[in-house]
């Protein structure tokens, strides 16, 4: 049974930075497209940042130039670096495939407030 388990959220001030993790355990990870989603309170969740197997990233304009998405094929985890973070990058973010393809994991909160 997949599981993919996000950690590393919390409240951070307006340009402050955060590193998301996640575990993935996904048996195919190292051949699999990942991807960080988020979901702001009262709306839809959104796609936030791809990565290929091969490390090709793609990012939403929202965020381009402030997040970074890496991963460890090693160790089945994927990272999102957020830095510059602004109040509208507040949001619970969540990991899944590229396109998303498993159930959903309880994701982490991320709070941008002075």
């Known amino acids: 049974q997949v599981q993919l388990v996000e950690s590393g959220g919390g409240l951070v001030q307006p340009g402050g930075s955060l590193r998301l993790s996640c575990a993935a355990s996904?048996?195919?990870?190292?051949?699999?497209?990942m991807g960080w989603y988020r979901q702001a309170p009262g709306k839809q969740r959104e796609w936030v940042a791809g990565?290929?197997?091969?490390?090709?990233?793609t990012y939403a304009g929202s965020v381009k130039g402030r997040f970074t998405i890496s991963r460890d094929n090693t160790n089945n985890t994927v990272y999102l670096q957020m830095d510059s973070l602004k109040p509208e990058d507040t949001a619970k973010y969540y990991c899944?495939?590229?396109?998303?393809?498993?159930?959903w994991g309880q994701g982490t909160l991320v709070t941008v407030s002075s």
């Open positions: 996904i048996t195919a990870f190292g051949i699999s497209d």
């Open positions: 990565i290929t197997m091969s490390g090709r990233t």
């Open positions: 899944n495939t590229d396109p998303a393809g498993y159930r």
